[in-house]
Every structure is written in C-alpha cells, then in structure tokens.
C-alpha cells in the first residue's frame, strides 16, 4: 500500500455538491490499481473519480457466510458499540421513540434499541451482514435499498439514524432526501460519516486508509459539504460535530438541544447492558465478542472483580484450544481470523495487566504479555488492514513484558536472598 500525496490529474472534475472545481489531491495505490481522489476548492468534498469503472460501492448479496471471516473479525473485535451510540446520547438523556438505522450492518444498534431502550427498531441493510446480524442477533432487518419510496414501505420514524454509510453512496443528495422523508415531523435524523479534513500527509497511511477506504468510500464530506447536503434535503435545524475523525450530523425541523460530548457514564451503561445480554448468546462469535470487550472495559476502569467473573467465562468459552500450537502452523491471515480468536492477542495483554495490578504476579503477567506479543506481531504482519487494535497494544505490550520481567527478577533475587539467608542460619 503507498499513497502519493503528488498525485495530480491533468483533467479537473466537478464537485456534485457545490459545482466548483475539483482537483487531483492523493492517489492509493493498493498493489492491483491506483484509487485517485478528487477534492473540491469550494466546499472540501473528497471524491473518487466517477468514471473509474471499477470504482463501485461493493455490491448487495443475498445471504451470508457462515465463515465469513470479516464477520468473524467484526463480531469478534471490530464493532465499537460507544461510538455507535454516542450520536444518539448526545441527543436523547433517555433515548425513545421508533428507530430507523438506515444502513444498520450487522444490527447493533437496532437490536440495542430494541432490547435495552425497550422502544421499537428496523434496520435496513443490503450487505451480507443484514443477514448474518438478524440471524446471530435476531433482530429486526430488512433487505432493501433505500429510495424516495422507502416512506411509504417503512412508514415514519422518530429516529432515523445512519452510521458510517452516506460516504458508501454516490448521489447523497437523493440519500440524504430519501432518508430525510422516513422521519416524523419532529423526528431527529443522525448521520456518521468521515470527516475529509482529517486525511492529511501529517496521519500514518494506516489511518488515512481507513478514512479514504479506496473501493468502499465513494464521497468523504467536509463539515460545509455535509451541511449542505443534510439542508438541501429539507431539514431546518442541521448542527455539525466534529468528534475525532468523523462528522456527527444532527438535523430536524425543530430546534433540539445537544449535548457535543456524550456522557461517558450513560454510554457505558447502555453498552454493559446490551453486552450483557450478548454475552449470553449460542453463537460463539457474539458471546466471546461481548465478553472480550466487557472483559477489556472492566481492567480499563479497574473493575477488577468483574474484570475476573467475565474472564472466567471467556476462558471456559475459548481456553481448552492450544492457540500456541496453532498460531504456529498458521499461514495466512484468513487461517490466522478463522482458527484463533481475533481477540485473543489483546485479551492477554488485559490479564497481564490485570496479572499484574489486581493479583501481583508479574510472572504470570510476564507469560501472558509474551502471548499478546506474539499474536498480536502475527496480526500486523498477516492483516495488516484489520490490525489496529492489535498494533495500537504493541508498543505496551512491550513496555509491560518488560516491567513484568524486571519485577519478577527482583522477586526471584528476593527469594533468592531469602534462601540464601535460610541456609546461612
Ligand atoms: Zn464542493
């Protein structure tokens, strides 16, 4: 992967948003084929070029894998639930009302909404992971594209709310009209999406390739751009919240108070709650999913002795396999996704920690943090594109393997002097 930030086009393109004039800005070149981006003087719209052939939004299947492995890997450690519902905290103190999730994916929100806020909820979703999620969740999806007919079909919602998926269509004025039309005369609509001013030559190209994620991402909006596109669809009162590389929108036709900055501490409680409830799913995926991320939240806060309870019940979930063994015959990253947990690397860096602070055995810290390494160095070689979380521990996980190991040999050296004091008596 290399981005060439001298990318220039000797054709210019028009901005579909404002009309002015949009110039070649960076290429992505992914091995195959270069992805260029196109970004608008007037309003800051990041696009790729139309007329790419290839550059299509991915494509609406029927059904799903049952051994998927991005759906392992989405269920397992990608979903972030906080940032699914901050949005909606940020608008609701109690959140209520009937929620549309245009775009739900795997379902999340809708099956949160559903069974922790107790009000109605439909997702619409045209990928594979509609499916999957109905299935795994069993909530409440249907398979439709949304079109200035969807009113009509699904009626009128006090939400609707469309994460991470305005950026995945080419037309957003007619998206950002039809969705518009599926809310209540009071209704709030809350749209995610990617903030374009945050691609810059400062980021790793990590970062920036998840923003641009050449193949999926069609149009990046600028905070201008994605108010100029929620007003044109109708909305009177459209308010723009730039929380770290994303966009928050949060239009209606009545004036709503918001709060910028989701309270942590009800965040927290809904995602508990919700992941409480998937903890105790059949499917292996959902419940080791909610118990990982319950297990990481709780050594983060400190919890420390539910951080043990949730621990217990991932290890008699996933322990009795030899993932040592097979991390060494491993091959290749969909080997490494479908016969490890993706979890697993970060999770024994959370009981070294935890090894470390709430039962001060910094040799078992040391053998747990040994273990994060290893699986977490084999996830940013093998899947680099999937490997955040794994190489964002790396750096502490080393910094602890280290602390580990000098505090057990100054416990060793003590015992050592112990002993050695023993046999002189
Ligand atoms: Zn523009």
Known sequence: ????????????TICSICGKDALGTFSINLGERDYDYFKCSGCGTIFQNFTDPDGTVGGYKIGYDQNDSHLKF???????????????VMVFAEPKGRLLDIGCGFGIVVDLWEKIVNFPSHGIEVASYGYAGKELLNTNISHKIIDASSHEFFGKFDVVYSSEVIEHVGDGLSFAKNVSNCLTNDGVLIITTPNAEKITNANSDQVNLALASPGAHHVLYSPESLRAVILSAGLRFVSIIEDNQRLIC??????????NKAPADRVKQLVFDYLNILAHSNHEWVKGGALYRLYRECVNFGEYDEAHNYSQHLDSLIGWRDFKTILHQIESGKELIKKIPCFYGPYYYYKGIMALNYYHDAASALSCFIRAHEHCMAWKEYLPQFAQEHTELIELIS?????????????VSSQIGRLAGDISI
């Open 399 to 411: 910094y602890h393997t280290k602390l580990s190991l000098k505090l057990t040999i100054e416990e």
């Open 74 to 88: 989405y269920v397992e450690i990608g979903y972030g639930i906080g940032s699914l519902i901050e949005p909606l």
């Open 250 to 259: 949060i239009a209606s036709n009545k004036e709503i108070p918001i709060i």
């Open 1 to 12: 992967m290399n981005f060439n930030w001298s990318f220039h086009s000797p054709d210019t």
